[in-house]
């Protein structure tokens, strides 16, 4: 497959980031989910052109680091040889869309699914980080991950929620991406420079009353790693997915397909919990506890090294643990119990809080923060 040419500035595989390590390239898979072939293929590709591993995201996308820019072209054609590219770089950068994981073949989230990735076209222009969730199984799994246009049940039925409100808007399966459009518009034309998700603009703009007038459900707990119905659940410490290991796991089992989580966690279709250090499969880990962008020297906006000091503090740390390279906190936007922040090569520090919240303590070395935590005990 030849890559489109790219006529307008489009996040995700086709513009990538530029990181200190080299290019940082964001693989978007339909429906959170790859077939064997593709995942295999993707981890040679991570293995080839990257730094052998695949970086999971907040938003059950894939990520290969350290791309050099000369091989940028020939890491987009493999990615068209996988389908796992659009062939319009602008639906590329649109295709935002969270799914809870657990669906299945011909299901109202399977058919949602689908029905909103053959209307991105419609869609307004929005900023690149605003993104959909179609969270309308059995229960809400996705309620507290990134979504600014959420599909979800009510008790009733299906709701239209928009990220903030306390209530949605009752809606038939038929209407259901019709409202979703409508909804896009018109945070597109509420959207500011300094209000630009969706929560952030309900904040000074109430919506329609007749769109939030319809109660929510409570979110159900996250699935534990373990086995499951049809597979099984298992960690990528940090998100971080040691590409050979997966290639390893995916041949042994002979399996169908995984699917991506939100969560830090993989589903093996078919599978069981795998003997492979590389991967998380005891629920109780602490590192599962763990949020750490790639820091030092991979990215250039941190000061400081992040992943190893987080795998020394998980232990230590009882509630959860952020361990950020500097105040824009990527790995983690909402508080944890513990939050340490990159600031000229050592440490602020907080409780219940994120990294860009005022710190509780200044300059603080990576001996200094293990003295903190064990006084917290």
């Known amino acids: 497959m030849s890559a489109p040419v790219v006529k307008g500035w489009c996040p995700g595989a086709y513009r990538p980031m530029m ?7 964001r693989i978007r898979p339909r429906l ?56 319009d770089p602008a639906l590329e950068g649109r ?15 399977h058919r949602l699914t689908l029905a909103l990735l053959a209307r991105l076209g419609d869609l307004p222009e929005l900023p690149a980080k605003v993104g959909f969730a ?18 979800e049940r009510s008790a009733t039925g ?11 808007r009752a809606i038939a399966e038929e209407n259901a991406i019709p409202a979703l459009i409508d909804m896009a518009h018109w945070l597109a034309e509420h959207i500011t420079p300094d209000r630009r998700r969706m929560a952030r603009v309900l904040a000074g703009i109430p919506l329609p009353p007749e769109w939030c007038d319809a109660p929510i459900l409570p979110p159900a ?25 997966l290639a390893r796991v995916i041949r042994a089992q002979n399996l ?24 998380v499969t005891d629920p109780h880990d602490a590192l599962m506890r763990v949020d750490a962008c790639p820091g030092a020297p991979f990215c250039p906006s941190a000061s400081v090294e992040t992943r190893i000091l ?28 513990v939050t340490l922040i990159g600031r000229e090569g050592r440490f602020d520090m907080l409780r219940h809080g994120c990294a860009d919240d005022t710190a509780e303590r200044y300059a603080l070395s990576p001996d200094d923060i293990l003295a903190e935590v064990s006084a917290m005990k």
């Open 95 to 109: 295709r935002n869309v969270l799914v809870a994981p657990f669906w299945q073949q011909g299901d109202m989230v």
């Open 32 to 87: 959170a989910r790859l077939t064997a072939a593709q995942a295999v293929g993707l981890c040679d590709l991570a293995q080839r052109y990257g730094h052998g591993y695949l970086d999971l995201t907040s938003r059950a996308n894939l990520q290969i680091r350290g791309v050099a820019k000369g091989d940028h072209a020939a890491l987009l054609h493999s990615l068209g040889d996988l389908k796992l590219l659009d062939a």
């Open 221 to 245: 707990s996250r699935p534990k790693i373990g086995k499951h119905n049809g597979g099984a659940l298992i960690g990528a410490a940090m998100g971080h997915v040691d590409a050979a290991a």
């Open 158 to 168: 299906l709701i239209l929620r928009a990220d903030g409100a306390s209530g949605g």
């Open 310 to 337: 987080a795998r020394r503090l998980a232990p230590q740390v009882s509630g959860t643990l952020h361990v950020s390279g500097c105040a824009k906190g990527c790995a983690r936007q909402r508080p944890a119990d």
């Open 134 to 151: 179609v969270d309308c199984g059995a229960h809400s799994l996705l309620t507290n991950d990134s979504a600014d246009i959420r599909i």
């Open 19 to 25: 990181a200190a390590d080299g290019l940082v390239v």
């Open 256 to 279: 169908a397909a995984i699917r991506l989580t939100p969560w830090r966690k993989l589903i093996l279709e078919g599978g069981v919990p795998p003997d492979e250090p590389a991967f």
